[in-house]
């Protein structure tokens, strides 16, 4: 076995759900430098957008690219979709879905936040009940999974009561969207956001929003951002054919044709989730023989990133952590408010015999 101590420092599989495990054909894309208005450059966005519209499974859905990370992308489609005159709906069970609420309120958009906790599910009854104490609401956010946890929230509950009660469905599928099947048009979806860096196994620096095309059309263009401004970046894409306004994440883009051609070789969104699950079955195995048990309860548990509960007795996050390091994976700390957890992605260009790796390495590393 190599000498940990000589694994340099950014050569760690990354178990964190965004950024990410890449792989080295995704990151030698990137090793030239190309023009931001050059034809064949705007062509390959051109090639990424249909290709994202594929993956969305309809062609009723435009893609639409836009510069940063992934909450740059939600404030970019709160503040150009939720206009003035309407209010917003959050159902929150995490950080992801608490902070839609804090862009409306810098944003001035008028919203109510129903909070489930970050142990609770928004399934059909939290949607009816957010209906019931905030009548107004024209639109209506969830987020899949909540990578606070790693619940995955049951759209296919939850997208039926919004449909039906005449509000627009704006889904946060950041962590999930090209690793778990989504059915946008069978679910109603109207706006789904993700981003590079997630299942699809890009490497950071924009998202993207899915938006059915008659949503954008009939969006009143009075955006709250010049940067983040979604209707005047798809015009501008429309128009220019693939010319993004301002400087484009040029290697970025590169990085994530091939990570998607990557997930077509795969086999597609089907199964990449099938290796996802693999991993996360693998990851929740290896740790129970250590007595190391998930928050989430494994219907609700999404294949993207496991949240475990710390041991009982004396546990040393930053020792494992460091022991981890040096052995070559990174893991999260823990974002659950109301309980002491540890987390570990299972995304990325990760594979089940890596997680038995890493299972080793924790039984190694036993502090506790
Ligand atoms: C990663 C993620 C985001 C965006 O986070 P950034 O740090 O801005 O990229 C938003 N929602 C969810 C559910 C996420 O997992």
Same mark, same amino acid.
């Given at each position: 076995?190599?000498?940990?101590d ?63 990370? *992934?909450?740059?992308? /939600?404030? #970019?489609?709160?503040g ?5 005159? +309407? =209010?917003?709906?959050? &159902? %929150? ?9 804090q862009i409306c ?8 936040m129903v ?11 939290v ?39 005449g ?12 690793g778990?099947p ?10 789904l956001v993700?981003s ?8 950071p *620096?924009f998202g993207? /929003?899915? #938006? ?8 009143? +263009? =009075?955006?709250?951002? &010049? %940067?983040?401004?979604?209707v ?17 994440p ?14 077509a ?7 990449r ?9 693998t ?41 981890l ?18 987390? /570990?992605?299972?995304?990325g ?7 038995d ?12």
């Open positions: 076995m190599m000498n940990p000589l694994v340099p420092d950014n050569d760690y599989l990354l178990l964190t759900p965004g950024p990410l495990s890449t792989s080295k054909r995704v990151r030698a894309a990137m090793l030239q430098d190309w023009c931001t208005w050059d034809d064949s450059y705007n062509q390959l966005t051109q090639q990424v957008r249909s290709r994202l519209v594929e993956l969305a499974g309809s062609d009723e859905y435009v893609a639409v690219p836009m510069q940063g990370s *992934g909450s740059f992308v /939600v404030e #970019s489609l709160l150009s979709v939720v206009g003035p005159d +309407h =209010a917003l709906l959050v &159902l %929150a069970n995490g950080a992801y879905g608490r902070r839609i609420g309120q810098v944003l001035g958009i008028s919203h109510h909070d489930v906790g970050d142990v609770g599910v928004v399934d059909a009854e949607a009816h009940r957010g209906l019931a104490e905030f009548p107004q609401a024209t639109h209506v956010a969830v987020v899949h999974c909540e990578t606070t946890t790693g619940v995955l929230n049951p759209l296919d509950e939850v997208a039926p009561v919004v449909t039906a009660s509000r627009k469905l704006l889904v946060d599928a950041m962590s999930s969207f090209g778990v989504i059915d946008l048009a069978g679910l109603g979806i109207d706006h993700s590079a860096n997630k299942c699809i196994q890009g490497v *620096g993207f /929003v899915l #938006s059915r095309r008659t949503e954008l059309e009939q969006v009143q +263009h =009075a955006p709250r951002s &010049l %940067a983040l401004d979604l005047g970046q798809w015009r501008a894409m429309e128009q220019g054919e693939g010319k993004w306004r301002f400087t484009s040029t290697h970025v883009v590169h990085a994530f044709a091939e990570a998607l051609t990557e997930l070789e795969e086999g597609g969104v089907e199964a989730h099938d290796r996802l699950a693999r991993n996360q079955v990851l929740v195995e290896g740790l129970a023989a250590l007595g190391l048990h998930p928050v989430v309860e494994r219907r609700f548990q999404s294949p993207v990133i496991t949240a475990f509960r710390y041991p009982e007795g004396p546990f040393d996050f930053a020792a494992l952590y460091q022991g390091k040096r052995e070559g994976f990174v893991i999260y700390p823990g974002k659950v408010s109301q309980l002491v957890t540890f987390r /570990v992605g299972t995304i260009d990760v594979q089940p015999a890596d997680i790796r890493l299972c080793a390495a924790f039984a190694r590393l036993r502090h506790w």
